[in-house]
């Protein structure tokens, strides 16, 4: 017998009710703005150019980012609902955004004063600011656009 | 810590899909308007995820100018303003964008040693897309 409404995935086996949960995943978008350069101070000023390219200029350039936070969780079968989305937009705004949206990264967000800005960098920086801070979905993919020709995703420490 | 980077290229190409096994009938309930005998062109458009440990001194997969160099060379310079069907990997089989994605994957999997290749998705279209993971596990 199957359940009906909110609680349809419910069924009745061997006469005791069974609730099966469903794994489903959703993604919230976001952008930001922000100015990188990508440069290492270990390198000489030569090697810096030849592997960072114009990236290397020294007064850095920018981007409008497009972040893509992709959870997942089993259904809560009395709100119908993965996550709360309202939490993960502010978790989003606040971890994020806030922190990351019309800044030179080099300079104001403190994960990327001694390590390059790559949209790689980026995804785990956003990933690590995320992961502890969702209540009750689970952190599934960071994608981060740099441009529409380039992203990149990061699952975790795999 | 172990990221995947992906990068978008276009090419415009024709192909007609016609497959000398059939017959004239099937070829053309198999492939509709696909089997005109004087071909069609596209838009692809390629994605090729490419996947690596974040490198500590350089903060990336792998450089970016290897990835694009290396498409260029051996992908774009292969078929862009090509007719598909013209070439020697297609003699044999039809250029659907299925074997497309798997002749791209065969060819970034054999010579691209700077990271490893997760798949190669194609965008024949807006509307359809096709992608090939090898032997892995398909990730979203």
């Known amino acids: 017998m199957e359940g009906t409404g909110l609680f349809r995935n419910s069924r009745c086996i061997g006469g005791w009710p069974l609730t099966i949960l469903l794994m489903v995943y959703l993604t919230r978008k976001a952008e930001f703005s922000a100015s990188h350069v990508y440069h290492n101070p270990e390198f000489t000023a030569e090697e810096n150019r030849r592997i960072f390219g114009k990236c290397n200029n020294p007064n850095g350039h920018g981007h409008n980012y497009m972040l893509e936070v992709t959870v997942k969780g089993e259904v809560d079968p009395r709100s119908g609902f993965v996550v709360d989305l309202k939490q993960l937009k502010e978790v989003m705004n606040h971890e994020v955004l806030d922190a990351m949206d019309h800044r030179f990264?080099?300079?104001?967000?403190?994960?990327?004063?001694?390590?390059?800005?790559?949209?790689?960098?980026?995804?785990?920086?956003?990933?690590?600011?995320?992961?502890?801070?969702?209540e009750r979905a689970q952190l599934h993919r960071v994608r981060v656009y740099e441009t529409p020709d380039l992203f990149v995703d990061f699952y975790g420490e795999e | 810590?172990?990221?995947?980077?992906?990068?978008?290229?276009?090419?415009?190409?024709?192909?007609?899909?016609?497959?000398?096994?059939?017959?004239?009938?099937?070829?053309?309930?198999?492939?509709?308007?696909?089997?005109?005998?004087?071909?069609?062109?596209?838009?692809?458009?390629?994605?090729?995820?490419?996947?690596?440990?974040?490198?500590?001194?350089?903060?990336?997969?792998?450089?970016?100018?290897?990835?694009?160099?290396?498409?260029?060379?051996?992908?774009?310079?292969?078929y862009d303003r090509e007719n598909l069907n013209t070439l020697l990997e297609f003699a044999q089989e039809v250029p659907t964008t299925e074997n497309l994605c798997i002749r791209i994957y065969d060819l970034v999997h054999r010579g691209f040693t700077c990271a490893h290749l997760e798949r190669v998705r194609i965008e024949e279209t807006m509307m359809n897309s096709f992608e090939y993971w090898g032997a892995a596990k398909p990730m979203f």
């Open chain 1, 105 to 134: 990264l080099n300079k104001e967000v403190p994960e990327f004063l001694h390590q390059i800005p790559t949209t790689e960098n980026i995804a785990i920086a956003v990933w690590q600011r995320l992961s502890s801070k969702l």
């Open chain 2, 1 to 78: 810590m172990k990221a995947h980077l992906s990068r978008r290229y276009r090419f415009s190409a024709s192909h007609r899909l016609h497959a000398n096994s059939m017959s004239a009938a099937e070829n053309q309930s198999t492939y509709g308007k696909c089997n005109n005998p004087y071909g069609h062109g596209h838009n692809y458009t390629v994605e090729v995820t490419v996947s690596g440990q974040v490198d500590a001194k350089t903060g990336m997969v792998c450089n970016l100018v290897d990835l694009d160099g290396f498409i260029e060379r051996e992908v774009l310079a292969r």
